[in-house]
């Protein structure tokens, strides 16, 4: 098994900045791929960005050269800077892990909010 924890997110300004982190405990070694998903209300649960354990990455076209997903020192961690941040950036993001089996894992979520 593999718990997600989150840390970052809150409520930042059009433009502003934001990073999210998230670190992976359990049975890591496991794990092919982490990245993070968000849900805005009324919308369906869309990928941000992954990031596999070769270092390969995949954005949605919405946070293309905004956002950057990046692993920390540690190979458990994962963290997505968010620069330029619009209003419709505003969602519950949630860690998410895969492993090399197609078992999925995700953390609790963490609220971001764009607005002035």
């Known amino acids: 098994q593999v718990q997600l924890v989150e840390s970052g997110g809150g409520l930042v300004q059009p433009g502003g900045s934001l990073r999210l982190s998230c670190a992976a405990s359990g049975t890591i070694f496991s794990l092919n791929a982490m990245g993070w998903f968000r849900q805005a209300p009324g919308k369906q649960r869309e990928l941000v960005a992954i990031i596999t354990t070769g270092d390969s990455t995949n954005y949605a076209d919405s946070v293309k050269g905004r956002f950057t997903i990046s692993r920390g020192n540690a190979k458990n961690t994962v963290n997505l800077q968010m620069n330029s941040l619009k209003p419709e950036d505003t969602a519950v993001y949630s860690c998410?892990?895969?492993?090399?089996?197609?078992?999925?894992?995700w953390g609790q979520g963490t609220q971001v909010t764009v607005s002035s």
């Open positions: 998410y892990a895969k492993d090399g089996i197609e078992r999925k894992y």
